[in-house]
Protein backbone atom coordinates (compact mmCIF):
# COMPACT_ATOMS: atom_id res chain seq x y z
CA UNK A 1 0.00 0.00 0.00
CA UNK A 2 1.13 3.49 -1.04
CA UNK A 3 0.88 6.54 1.62
CA UNK A 4 -1.79 8.03 -1.02
CA UNK A 5 -3.89 4.52 -0.44
CA UNK A 6 -3.40 3.93 3.19
CA UNK A 7 -4.13 7.76 3.51
CA UNK A 8 -7.45 7.52 2.35
CA UNK A 9 -8.31 4.40 4.51
CA UNK A 10 -6.66 6.25 7.20
CA UNK A 11 -8.59 9.49 6.64
CA UNK A 12 -12.30 6.85 6.52
CA UNK A 13 -11.35 5.37 9.15
CA UNK A 14 -10.83 8.23 11.33
CA UNK A 15 -13.95 9.62 10.28
CA UNK A 16 -16.10 6.90 11.16
CA UNK A 17 -14.46 6.18 14.51
CA UNK A 18 -15.78 8.32 17.81
CA UNK A 19 -12.80 6.39 20.03
CA UNK A 20 -9.55 6.46 19.01
CA UNK A 21 -6.52 4.43 20.90
CA UNK A 22 -3.46 4.98 20.51
CA UNK A 23 -0.44 2.79 21.61
CA UNK A 24 3.27 3.18 21.56
CA UNK A 25 5.72 0.23 22.29
CA UNK A 26 7.01 -0.86 25.53
CA UNK A 27 9.90 1.17 26.98
CA UNK A 28 8.65 3.88 24.63
CA UNK A 29 11.58 5.88 23.35
CA UNK A 30 11.14 9.35 21.87
CA UNK A 31 10.25 8.47 18.42
CA UNK A 32 7.12 5.93 20.16
CA UNK A 33 6.57 8.40 22.35
CA UNK A 34 6.53 12.14 19.81
CA UNK A 35 4.39 10.20 16.99
CA UNK A 36 1.75 8.87 19.65
CA UNK A 37 1.82 12.17 21.08
CA UNK A 38 1.78 14.04 17.93
CA UNK A 39 -1.04 11.80 16.57
CA UNK A 40 -3.29 12.51 19.57
CA UNK A 41 -3.06 16.26 19.14
CA UNK A 42 -4.04 15.41 15.18
CA UNK A 43 -7.22 13.45 15.88
CA UNK A 44 -7.99 15.72 18.38
CA UNK A 45 -8.32 18.59 16.29
CA UNK A 46 -10.46 16.00 14.30
CA UNK A 47 -12.92 16.15 17.03
CA UNK A 48 -11.76 12.26 17.95
CA UNK A 49 -11.93 10.90 21.95
CA UNK A 50 -7.96 10.14 21.34
CA UNK A 51 -6.13 8.31 24.10
CA UNK A 52 -2.43 7.42 24.02
CA UNK A 53 -2.29 4.62 26.04
CA UNK A 54 1.38 3.86 27.48
CA UNK A 55 2.36 0.90 29.20
CA UNK A 56 4.99 2.29 31.87
CA UNK A 57 4.99 6.07 33.19
CA UNK A 58 6.66 8.40 30.58
CA UNK A 59 10.28 8.37 31.74
CA UNK A 60 11.71 11.74 33.00
CA UNK A 61 13.73 12.88 30.36
CA UNK A 62 10.68 13.06 27.74
CA UNK A 63 8.34 14.85 30.69
CA UNK A 64 8.04 18.04 28.23
CA UNK A 65 5.90 15.94 25.62
CA UNK A 66 3.35 15.42 28.73
CA UNK A 67 1.20 18.16 28.27
CA UNK A 68 -2.04 17.00 28.00
CA UNK A 69 -4.93 15.07 29.64
CA UNK A 70 -5.08 12.51 26.73
CA UNK A 71 -1.64 10.60 27.57
CA UNK A 72 -2.78 7.96 30.13
CA UNK A 73 -1.11 4.72 31.50
CA UNK A 74 -2.87 1.25 30.73
CA UNK A 75 -5.00 0.00 33.63
CA UNK A 76 -6.17 -3.80 33.11
CA UNK A 77 -9.35 -2.77 34.75
CA UNK A 78 -10.45 -0.24 32.60
CA UNK A 79 -8.49 -1.55 29.70
CA UNK A 80 -8.07 0.46 26.18
CA UNK A 81 -10.69 -0.62 23.92
CA UNK A 82 -12.17 1.58 21.29
CA UNK A 83 -13.69 2.14 17.89
CA UNK A 84 -10.14 2.11 16.13
CA UNK A 85 -6.76 1.43 17.65
CA UNK A 86 -3.18 2.78 16.32
CA UNK A 87 0.08 1.06 16.99
CA UNK A 88 2.68 3.12 16.76
CA UNK A 89 6.68 2.01 16.04
CA UNK A 90 6.13 -1.38 17.28
CA UNK A 91 7.28 -4.10 15.55
CA UNK A 92 5.72 -6.87 16.82
CA UNK A 93 2.51 -7.55 18.86
CA UNK A 94 4.20 -8.70 21.99
CA UNK A 95 5.61 -4.97 21.54
CA UNK A 96 2.55 -4.08 22.95
CA UNK A 97 3.47 -5.51 26.45
CA UNK A 98 0.07 -6.31 28.58
CA UNK A 99 -1.91 -3.95 25.86
CA UNK A 100 -1.94 -6.85 23.39
CA UNK A 101 -5.42 -7.74 24.55
CA UNK A 102 -6.90 -4.01 23.57
CA UNK A 103 -5.87 -5.14 20.13
CA UNK A 104 -8.96 -7.08 18.08
CA UNK A 105 -9.09 -7.95 14.73
CA UNK A 106 -10.87 -5.40 13.12
CA UNK A 107 -9.92 -1.58 12.47
CA UNK A 108 -6.46 -2.05 14.09
CA UNK A 109 -3.92 0.63 12.61
CA UNK A 110 0.21 0.07 12.74
CA UNK A 111 2.74 2.75 11.35
CA UNK A 112 6.25 1.69 11.59
CA UNK A 113 9.69 1.66 10.36
CA UNK A 114 10.99 -1.77 11.40
CA UNK A 115 12.36 -3.72 9.33
CA UNK A 116 11.30 -6.75 11.86
CA UNK A 117 7.60 -5.47 11.13
CA UNK A 118 5.11 -7.96 11.29
CA UNK A 119 2.53 -6.44 9.57
CA UNK A 120 0.13 -7.84 12.67
CA UNK A 121 -2.37 -5.49 12.12
CA UNK A 122 -5.55 -5.14 10.10
CA UNK A 123 -4.02 -2.20 8.16
CA UNK A 124 -0.16 -1.77 8.09
CA UNK A 125 1.52 0.70 7.02
CA UNK A 126 5.49 0.32 6.91
CA UNK A 127 8.21 2.27 5.65
CA UNK A 128 11.54 0.80 6.52
CA UNK A 129 13.73 3.48 4.72
CA UNK A 130 11.65 5.94 7.11
CA UNK A 131 14.45 7.10 9.95
CA UNK A 132 11.48 6.98 12.44
CA UNK A 133 7.92 6.53 12.73
CA UNK A 134 7.98 10.12 13.31
CA UNK A 135 8.92 10.97 9.93
CA UNK A 136 5.90 9.05 8.49
CA UNK A 137 3.55 10.85 10.79
CA UNK A 138 4.24 13.79 9.48
CA UNK A 139 3.75 12.35 5.82
CA UNK A 140 0.68 11.37 6.95
CA UNK A 141 -0.37 14.64 8.64
CA UNK A 142 0.65 16.38 5.86
CA UNK A 143 -1.12 14.11 3.54
CA UNK A 144 -4.38 15.45 5.60
CA UNK A 145 -3.59 18.80 5.41
CA UNK A 146 -3.00 19.19 9.41
CA UNK A 147 -1.13 22.19 9.99
CA UNK A 148 1.33 21.30 12.14
CA UNK A 149 2.89 23.58 14.94
CA UNK A 150 3.39 23.87 18.98
CA UNK A 151 3.29 20.70 20.33
CA UNK A 152 2.59 18.51 17.83
CA UNK A 153 5.87 19.93 15.74
CA UNK A 154 7.82 19.42 19.04
CA UNK A 155 6.62 15.94 19.68
CA UNK A 156 7.46 14.79 15.70
CA UNK A 157 10.73 16.70 16.51
CA UNK A 158 11.36 14.40 19.42
CA UNK A 159 10.67 11.37 17.76
CA UNK A 160 12.66 11.93 14.58
CA UNK A 161 15.51 13.53 16.39
CA UNK A 162 15.79 10.75 19.51
CA UNK A 163 15.82 7.58 16.45
CA UNK A 164 18.33 9.64 14.04
CA UNK A 165 20.71 10.55 17.36
CA UNK A 166 19.99 14.10 16.91
CA UNK A 167 20.37 13.83 12.72
CA UNK A 168 23.80 12.32 13.30
CA UNK A 169 23.11 8.50 12.60
CA UNK A 170 23.33 6.59 9.14
CA UNK A 171 19.36 6.57 8.36
CA UNK A 172 19.69 10.23 8.53
CA UNK A 173 18.35 11.12 4.91
CA UNK A 174 17.61 14.26 3.45
CA UNK A 175 14.12 13.88 4.19
CA UNK A 176 14.37 13.56 7.72
CA UNK A 177 16.79 16.76 7.53
CA UNK A 178 13.63 18.62 5.28
CA UNK A 179 10.74 17.13 7.72
CA UNK A 180 12.94 18.51 10.83
CA UNK A 181 13.15 21.79 8.60
CA UNK A 182 9.54 22.49 8.32
CA UNK A 183 9.33 21.68 11.94
CA UNK A 184 11.71 24.19 12.81
CA UNK A 185 10.20 27.29 10.79
CA UNK A 186 6.94 26.10 13.38
CA UNK A 187 8.87 28.59 16.00
CA UNK A 188 9.72 25.36 18.35
CA UNK A 189 13.03 25.65 20.46
CA UNK A 190 14.87 22.88 18.89
CA UNK A 191 17.98 23.93 21.72
CA UNK A 192 15.40 23.00 24.46
CA UNK A 193 14.03 19.81 23.03
CA UNK A 194 17.36 18.79 22.22
CA UNK A 195 19.19 19.81 25.17
CA UNK A 196 16.31 17.51 27.31
CA UNK A 197 16.02 14.63 24.93
CA UNK A 198 20.38 14.53 24.74
CA UNK A 199 22.20 16.34 27.49
CA UNK A 200 20.66 16.89 30.11
CA UNK A 201 20.77 14.03 33.34
CA UNK A 202 18.92 13.82 36.05
CA UNK A 203 21.91 13.50 39.18
CA UNK A 204 21.45 9.62 40.07
CA UNK A 205 22.49 9.28 36.20
CA UNK A 206 25.59 11.32 36.32
CA UNK A 207 26.63 9.16 39.71
CA UNK A 208 25.81 6.35 37.24
CA UNK A 209 27.70 7.11 34.46
CA UNK A 210 30.50 7.54 37.09
CA UNK A 211 29.94 4.10 38.05
CA UNK A 212 30.37 3.06 35.04
CA UNK A 213 33.10 4.82 33.65
CA UNK A 214 35.03 3.51 37.41
CA UNK A 215 34.48 0.07 36.56
CA UNK A 216 35.31 0.16 32.67
CA UNK A 217 37.95 -2.02 31.67
CA UNK A 218 40.03 -2.52 28.70
CA UNK A 219 41.24 -5.61 27.21
CA UNK A 220 43.02 -7.40 24.08
CA UNK A 221 45.22 -4.28 23.93
CA UNK A 222 42.40 -1.87 24.04
CA UNK A 223 39.65 -3.86 21.49
CA UNK A 224 37.43 -4.41 24.07
CA UNK A 225 36.16 -2.75 27.14
CA UNK A 226 33.92 -4.01 29.30
CA UNK A 227 31.92 -2.69 32.70
CA UNK A 228 31.00 -4.73 35.08
CA UNK A 229 28.17 -3.40 38.21
CA UNK A 230 26.90 -5.45 41.07
CA UNK A 231 23.56 -3.94 42.20
CA UNK A 232 24.92 -1.85 45.28
CA UNK A 233 27.15 -0.23 42.93
CA UNK A 234 23.77 1.44 41.32
CA UNK A 235 21.79 1.39 44.84
CA UNK A 236 21.60 4.87 44.60
CA UNK A 237 19.35 4.36 40.96
CA UNK A 238 16.30 3.27 43.41
CA UNK A 239 15.36 0.88 40.90
CA UNK A 240 15.01 3.24 38.35
CA UNK A 241 16.54 1.31 35.49
CA UNK A 242 15.67 3.62 32.20
CA UNK A 243 18.89 5.29 33.64
CA UNK A 244 20.70 2.59 31.83
CA UNK A 245 19.68 3.81 28.35
CA UNK A 246 23.31 4.50 26.72
CA UNK A 247 25.70 3.68 29.09
CA UNK A 248 26.77 0.42 27.26
CA UNK A 249 27.92 3.44 24.66
CA UNK A 250 30.87 4.30 26.91
CA UNK A 251 32.73 1.43 26.12
CA UNK A 252 32.55 2.00 21.90
CA UNK A 253 32.95 5.62 22.34
CA UNK A 254 36.50 5.49 24.04
CA UNK A 255 38.86 5.87 21.14
CA UNK A 256 39.93 2.29 19.61
CA UNK A 257 37.51 0.18 21.38
CA UNK A 258 36.12 -2.10 18.81
CA UNK A 259 33.51 -4.05 21.04
CA UNK A 260 32.11 -3.30 24.05
CA UNK A 261 29.88 -5.33 27.14
CA UNK A 262 27.99 -3.69 29.91
CA UNK A 263 27.81 -6.80 32.03
CA UNK A 264 25.33 -5.92 35.68
CA UNK A 265 23.95 -7.77 38.61
CA UNK A 266 19.94 -6.95 38.77
CA UNK A 267 18.54 -6.77 42.17
CA UNK A 268 16.81 -10.41 41.70
CA UNK A 269 20.47 -12.14 41.01
CA UNK A 270 20.08 -12.14 37.20
CA UNK A 271 22.98 -11.10 35.06
CA UNK A 272 22.35 -8.46 32.13
CA UNK A 273 24.49 -7.53 29.59
CA UNK A 274 24.40 -5.13 26.61
CA UNK A 275 26.64 -5.33 24.10
CA UNK A 276 27.93 -3.08 21.66
CA UNK A 277 30.63 -3.37 18.70
CA UNK A 278 32.39 -0.55 16.74
CA UNK A 279 32.13 -2.41 13.18
CA UNK A 280 30.30 -4.41 11.30
CA UNK A 281 33.04 -7.50 11.04
CA UNK A 282 31.83 -8.11 14.39
CA UNK A 283 28.68 -8.99 15.30
CA UNK A 284 27.33 -9.01 19.02
CA UNK A 285 24.03 -10.23 17.87
CA UNK A 286 25.18 -13.81 17.53
CA UNK A 287 26.96 -13.87 21.22
CA UNK A 288 23.38 -12.28 22.35
CA UNK A 289 21.32 -15.13 19.97
CA UNK A 290 23.61 -17.87 21.61
CA UNK A 291 21.94 -16.62 25.21
CA UNK A 292 18.59 -16.56 23.85
CA UNK A 293 19.06 -12.94 23.46
CA UNK A 294 18.42 -10.75 19.98
CA UNK A 295 19.24 -7.33 18.84
CA UNK A 296 21.43 -5.92 16.05
CA UNK A 297 24.90 -6.51 14.51
CA UNK A 298 26.28 -3.77 16.41
CA UNK A 299 23.46 -3.44 19.61
CA UNK A 300 22.64 -6.48 21.38
CA UNK A 301 21.92 -8.03 24.61
CA UNK A 302 20.81 -10.95 26.61
CA UNK A 303 19.94 -11.80 30.58
CA UNK A 304 21.43 -14.86 31.89
CA UNK A 305 19.72 -16.36 35.14
CA UNK A 306 21.97 -19.68 35.84
CA UNK A 307 25.52 -17.98 35.98
CA UNK A 308 27.49 -15.26 38.13
CA UNK A 309 28.90 -11.99 37.20
CA UNK A 310 32.21 -13.23 37.11
CA UNK A 311 30.86 -16.35 35.57
CA UNK A 312 29.81 -14.20 33.01
CA UNK A 313 32.03 -11.64 32.24
CA UNK A 314 34.77 -15.02 31.95
CA UNK A 315 32.23 -16.33 29.39
CA UNK A 316 32.49 -13.12 27.27
CA UNK A 317 36.38 -12.77 27.57
CA UNK A 318 36.42 -15.93 26.57
CA UNK A 319 33.70 -15.15 22.89
CA UNK A 320 36.15 -12.06 22.66
CA UNK A 321 39.39 -13.68 23.02
CA UNK A 322 38.24 -16.25 20.03
CA UNK A 323 37.94 -12.61 17.99
CA UNK A 324 40.69 -10.91 19.02
CA UNK A 325 42.97 -13.80 19.03
CA UNK A 326 44.21 -13.36 22.02
CA UNK A 327 44.67 -14.82 25.39
CA UNK A 328 44.31 -12.20 28.30
CA UNK A 329 42.53 -12.22 31.49
MN1 LIG B 1 11.48 4.22 15.86
Request: glycine residues 8%; negative net charge; proline residues 3%.
Amino acid sequence: MNLNEFCEAFECAVENSGSIVILPHVSADGDALGSAIAMGYFLISKNKNARVVLEEPIPDKYNFLNNDDFIELYEPVRGCAADMIIALDTGDINRLGARKTCFPADNTWNIDHHKTNTGFAKNNYVDTLASSTGEIVFRIMEKMDYHICCRPAEALFTAISTDTGGLRYSNTTPDSMRICASLLETGIDIAEISHRAFDMMPYPKVLLQGAAIDNMRLYFNGDLAVITLKSKDYDFLNGKEEYFDGIVNLTVNTEGVRAGALIRETSDGTIKVNLRSAEDGIDVSSLAGANNGGGHVRAAGFTDASRSLEQVKEYIMGYFAEIFGKNEH
